[in-house]
């Protein structure tokens, strides 16, 4: 279903949670919104399900203005980050609960087959008599799910899905859902402030920042092609450098990097933006940043080196194993240290 | 003495389960055990016979339906009306919150007869609202009405207290939830949230009934006290006490007691059930 949010701005008293936020998302797109807790995400995913209402603003299920539409009559599949099960029912009687609630009430062998069929989707077929107390955090969310399909959903809204589950219940349920997704060809939006989740799970990321979307994308845009420096900072480690900008490149240490947008610059001061894993590092003076070795840790497959450079400042670095091994550096020894490519912003966050 | 000190009870980490026990036994006995234990003594005193004669002649059979049948009618009015008050103190902001949430435990604090007195000034046929009801035909002082209504009076407070703590914990989400999958508000009301205060509807009944039952001040000025028509048991053990019939008075106090206690039983053990079989234990 397509589904299409029109300036839409919703205030809690002195907060405002959201500001004139436009969104489109097509049939079949399974979307993140993220960003940091206070940042609008769970307001605006609210605000499509019905369960808050904007201040202004429309919100259009296939291009029909909903706004009106209380969130019984959305047809909206929710699913919340603590479940909001139904204690005193059984998983069964949990995902039965959405058909037996209708006015035209299907058939009971109806509902006992489309309840097992769901239970067999979220494969918790022999759980249906257990109560939700005695099932585990990922199965529990699993019945939300399966409750939440149950009504047949125009678009399946996610809370923080995974979000108070352990991380290698969380690993497994995400590549689920999108497995899940990827076969019902539901549209889907989930909330969440984790960035490898969103990259991983969704085929379009929004940015959300301040009550406002900072950018919207494919995962690997997002990452690749920060549009600002809040998302560069929110999306994983980050070196910031200082950087001169002028005549469309960025100086740093003796190195010039272009710098698109800033060709008008005359030697501004900046900052860029380099991801650890783009940091080179070499024990040969080949040019770049001099920078003394602090530490190193090793993780797994890959080697984190943290280095001090000229003025404090403090830089990470994430080498392979191998590489690492071949540079053969101890704490304390003199490095340089070269981007290979950076991103750069006026030091008030223009670009 | 170990071994066995083992086999009653599961081994704990948490220290002092000996002295905490004996002390719950001793306070237990002396303030409830020993007291109670007399009284079934001094009944037996009656012998067989003397005990069913005394105990269940029709004036003290006609006095345990009155107060244990208005107990019963006035409980399930406290039900319905205590989770209505607990629904506005804990869903609704509104001025004087606090004041309304203060003045609902008065009838704990107040001397019974006091409440006695002001319910019968108010309902006497001459009173502010016996006045109105009387053209009526609705007569409460001085019957049924009237014991039932002095009883509401003084259980209100344990239902309102017993929900409105667990109607404060329950989450929003769960009627949410409900909501986005289609329930109406009556459905959500009906399917989710009773069920989730059910553990607490039940106590609160079940404490607003025994208190009625056992209730005696503010009813004795209220009823009217005729025998076999608007006498409660409580009464009826007085009277037998002023009569020096001692053996008397603790028989139908036995029978009272006894009574109380089953039923109490039975629902703490329907609690009990409801919460296992939800807990899975």
Known sequence: MQLDIQSVSKRFGDFQALRNVSLSIDSGELVALLGPSGSGKTTLLRIIAGLETPDSGQVLFEGENVSDLSARHRQVGFVFQHYALFRHMTVFENVAFGLRVRKQRPSKGTIEAKVRELLHLVQLESMGDRYPSQLSGGQRQRVALARALAIEPRVLLLDEPFGALDAQVRKELRRWLRRLHDEMGITGVFVTHDQEEALEVADRVV???????????????????????????????????????????????????????FENAQDQPGIAFVRPHDLGISAEGSGGIPVSLRHAVVIGPTVRLELEGPDRLTLEAELSRSAFDALKAHPGQALWARPVSVRAFLEDGGQ | MTVLAHRFREPSVIPGFGITLGVTLAALGLVVLIPLSALFLKAAG?????????????????????????????????LFFGTLVA?????????????????????????????????????????????FLEPLGIKVAFTRLGVILAMIFIGLPFVVRSVQPVLEDLESEVEEAAASLGASRLQTLWLVVLPSLLPALISGFALAFVRAVGEYGSIIFIAGNMPGQTEIAPLLIIIKLEQYNYAGATAIASVMLIISFVLLFVINRLQHWRQSRMEGR
């Not at chain 1, 900072?233 to 947008?261: E, K």
């Not at chain 2, 902001?93 to 019974?112: E, Q």
């Open chain 1, 207 to 261: 940015v959300t920042h301040r009550g406002g979307i900072e950018q919207v994308g494919s995962p690997a845009e997002i990452y690749d092609h920060p549009a600002t420096p809040f998302i560069f900072q929110f999306l994983g480690n980050v070196n910031r450098l200082p950087v001169r900008l002028h005549q469309g490149a960025a100086r740093i240490g003796g190195l010039a990097f272009p710098a698109g947008g």
């Open chain 2, 46 to 78: 009656l012998g067989f016979s003397g005990f069913i004669a005394t105990a269940f002649d029709s004036r003290a059979m006609a006095a345990y339906g009155l107060s244990f049948g208005a107990a019963l009618v006035a409980a399930l009015v406290n």
């Open chain 2, 87 to 131: 629904w506005v103190l804990v869903r609704y902001r509104f001025a004087g919150k606090r004041l309304l949430d203060a003045l609902i435990d008065l009838p704990f604090a107040l001397p019974t007869a006091v409440a006695g007195i002001a319910l019968t000034t108010l309902f006497a046929p001459n009173g502010a609202f016996g006045a």
